[in-house]
């Protein structure tokens, strides 16, 4: 293994710790506290079997690729933030956009009400059709 490849599985790490993690509220918020969390996720990860380390170990320049690793998560983290801060503007303008649609709608339903409001028309009753018919017989 070279140092781009334990680079790029370094960068891999990052983000998926980054994708995948289990974050409480303040962490998705600050991003100290985010990039924390996820290079704890990252630390603990090394311990499991399947772990690149473990390749890294066996290799004649092993300092230099877990440099590389390490340095490649670091930007897979910062990467993830990233995404993360963008995919929440995103989400955030369009709950806007749906505040603002449904305010719109309800206004044109208030005044939708209030002009059949004005024009006489009462809200339909229960009368039946013989009841009308006998109203109109009375008033003739």
Same mark, same amino acid.
């Given at each position: 293994?070279?140092? $781009? ?21 303040? +962490?998705?918020?600050?991003? &100290?506290?985010?990039?924390? #969390?996820? /290079?704890? =996720?990252? +630390?603990?990860? $090394? ?8 390749? /890294? ?6 300092? #230099?690729?877990?440099? *590389?690793?390490?340095?490649? &998560?670091?930007? #897979?983290?910062?990467?993830?933030? $990233? *995404? ?14 749906? +505040? ?10 208030? !005044?939708? &009400? +209030?002009?059949?409001? !004005?024009?006489?028309? !009462? ?6 059709? *013989? &009841?009308? =018919? !006998?109203?109109? *017989?009375?008033?003739?």
């Amino acid at each position: 293994m070279n140092q $781009r490849q334990a680079y790029r599985l370094g960068v891999d790490s990052g983000l998926e710790a980054a994708e995948y993690g289990d974050f409480t509220p303040a +962490e998705l918020q600050d991003e &100290e506290a985010f990039l924390t #969390g996820c /290079f704890e =996720i990252c +630390e603990n990860k $090394r311990q499991f079997a399947g772990h690149p380390g473990y390749d /890294f170990a066996r290799q004649a320049n092993a300092d #230099g690729l877990w440099d *590389e690793f390490d340095q490649g &998560e670091s930007v #897979g983290i910062r990467r993830g933030w $990233r *995404e993360r801060e963008q995919q929440g503007r995103v989400y955030r303008k369009l709950d806007k956009l749906a +505040e603002d649609l449904a305010d719109h709608c309800c206004k044109r339903i208030t !005044k939708a &009400e +209030e002009r059949y409001a !004005k024009s006489g028309f !009462k809200y339909m009753r229960q009368n039946t059709l *013989e &009841e009308l =018919i !006998k109203k109109l *017989e009375a008033s003739v």
